[in-house]
Structures are given as C-alpha cells and as structure tokens.
Nanobody, 122 residues
Framework: VQLQASGGGLVQAGGPLKLSCTVSRLIFSNYNMGWFRQAPGKEREFVAVISRGGSMTRYADSVNGRFTITRDNAKNMADLQMNSLKPEDTAVYYC????????????????WGQGAQVTVSS
C-alpha cells in the first residue's frame, strides 16, 4: 500500500496551495480519505475527511470554509485545496486512509502517506 502526498511548498499568507494524494495497491473506493497535519512540537491533528463516494465531507473548525477536500475514484486521488492560508497552517500534511466511517481520529486510520511540508509566510 502506498499513499504519496505531493504539492507542498512555501506560500505567502492569504495565498492558495493544493495538496494531492495518490494511492496505489489498495481498493481506493473502499476507503474514506483524510488529511491530517502536524506542526513542530505539536500532536498530529485532523484537517478534513471525505467519504468513499465523495458525498460526505468533514472539516476541522480551524480550516472550515478555507479548505476543500475532494477525490477522484477513477484516478485513485484525493486532493486538499487550501485557500486563505495562515501562518498557523504551517505543518507537515499527511494523507491517510480508513475504513472506519469519516473519522477525525488518528487511531482509526490504517494507512498513511509520508507527509508534505506546507510553510506559510507572514
């Protein structure tokens, strides 16, 4: 199983950035896909999740209205469009897959990507 996150980088506050997660060697449509992030010295925290078919999404309060999670089951990809970025969004972002509903709990996720660094400058 491989989850490959891409699209991270350095962006100015207020700008947009899009992360993509490409999944291989699992049946992508069987999994809810989530994004988490971890800032230095902090615990990994939930950002967003999308259901298997894409009909249901859930966001952390801190990103609701600024971030959008989508998926394309034909391409085995899940994206996170991040708008109006803030310096406090700076973190390593991880995509993850779970068969446990649209969970916001780290422990429910069975498969993880390697992480993509997002740095927002003020």
């Amino acid at each position: 199983v491989q989850l490959q996150a891409s699209g991270g980088g350095l962006v100015q506050a207020g700008g947009p950035l899009k992360l993509s997660c490409t999944v291989s060697r699992l049946i992508f449509s069987n999994y809810n896909m989530g994004w988490f992030r971890q800032a230095p010295g902090k615990e990994r925290e939930f950002v967003a999740v999308i259901s298997r078919g894409g009909s249901m999404t859930r966001y952390a309060d801190s990103v609701n209205g600024r971030f959008t999670i989508t998926r394309d089951n034909a391409k085995n990809m899940a994206d996170l469009q991040m708008n109006s970025l803030k310096p406090e969004d700076t973190a390593v972002y991880y995509c993850a897959a779970t068969t446990t509903y649209t969970s916001n709990y780290v422990g429910h996720y069975e498969h993880w990507g390697q992480g993509a660094q997002v740095t927002v400058s003020s």
